[in-house]
């Protein structure tokens, strides 16, 4: 049974940084497209980044330069990574991470109620 579980997130002032993870079971990440989303409050969800089958990482331009995403290096393959660094009140909701995504003109997508979707951690950052 697929499983994903996000941790990691909190409240940071502007200019700090978390690491967010996402830890798979039921299935390896790098077999997959897995993507990182977040949504805030009133918004809607909106990709942040995130790896597809071949292994080719995206970013949204709003977090290029900031955010960097990565699997785990051992054996296992089931950890998928989000660090981000230089953080801003605007990247404050939930982050979500999700398998099963499709790439399109290099961004992640996929429906709410498509794939795998992790119950998500709050990132929250204030000025």
């Known amino acids: 049974q697929v499983h994903l579980v996000e941790t990691g997130g909190g409240s940071v002032q502007t200019g700090g940084s978390l690491r967010l993870s996402c830890v798979a079971s039921g299935f390896t990440v790098v077999n997959y497209c897995m993507g990182w989303f977040r949504q805030s409050p009133g918004q809607e969800r909106e990709a942040v980044g995130g790896v597809d089958v071949d292994g080719k990482i995206y970013y949204a331009d709003f977090v290029k330069g900031r955010f960097t995403i990565s699997i785990s290096k051992d054996n296992t393959k089931s950890t998928l990574y989000l660090e981000m660094n230089s953080l801003k009140p605007e990247d404050t909701g939930m982050y979500y991470c999700?398998?099963?995504?499709?790439?399109?003109?290099?961004?992640?997508?996929?429906?709410?109620?498509?794939?795998?979707w992790g119950q998500g951690t709050q990132v929250t950052v204030s000025s």
């Open positions: 999700a398998a099963e995504c499709s790439v399109w003109s290099g961004v992640p997508t996929l429906p709410p109620d498509s794939g795998y």
